[in-house]
Nanobody, 122 residues
Framework: QVQLEESGGGLVQAGGSLRLSCAAS????????MGWWRQAPGKQRELVAI???????NYADSVKGRFTISKGNAKNTVYLQMNSLRSEDTADYYC????????????????WGQGTRVTVSS
């Protein structure tokens, strides 16, 4: 089994900052990429940022220059530093571990955390 645990969401004023954390644990051999997605009320889930095991990153246009995804020192951890937050960033944020090789599954898997809510007040 693979579990993802997120933390760091909360309420912040527009222009403020938050840092989200995600730690993957369980029967993991390797993870190809980890990323953050978000889903605002009434909208589809969208990719915010992704980082590969090689360190390559990609961001949604709406967060470029404001958000930074990075790996933690602990294995299989990832952070999302969110600066200059706007009301439109309000959403539930989900951590994803993609193309995960584990000791318990014969095929690569994709796993999601439970989500952490970010609310930006204007």
């Amino acid at each position: 089994q693979v579990q993802l645990e997120e933390s760091g969401g909360g309420l912040v004023q527009a222009g403020g900052s938050l840092r989200l954390s995600c730690a993957a644990s369980g029967s993991i051999i390797s993870i190809t990429a980890m990323g953050w997605w978000r889903q605002a009320p009434g909208k589809q889930r969208e990719l915010v940022a992704i980082i590969t095991n090689g360190g390559s990153t990609n961001y949604a246009d709406s967060v470029k220059g404001r958000f930074t995804i990075s790996k933690g020192n602990a294995k299989n951890t990832v952070y999302l530093q969110m600066n200059s937050l706007r009301s439109e960033d309000t959403a539930d944020y989900y951590c994803n571990a993609d193309r995960v090789r584990s000791t318990t599954q014969a095929v690569l898997g994709s796993y999601w955390g439970q989500g952490t809510r970010v609310t930006v007040s204007s």
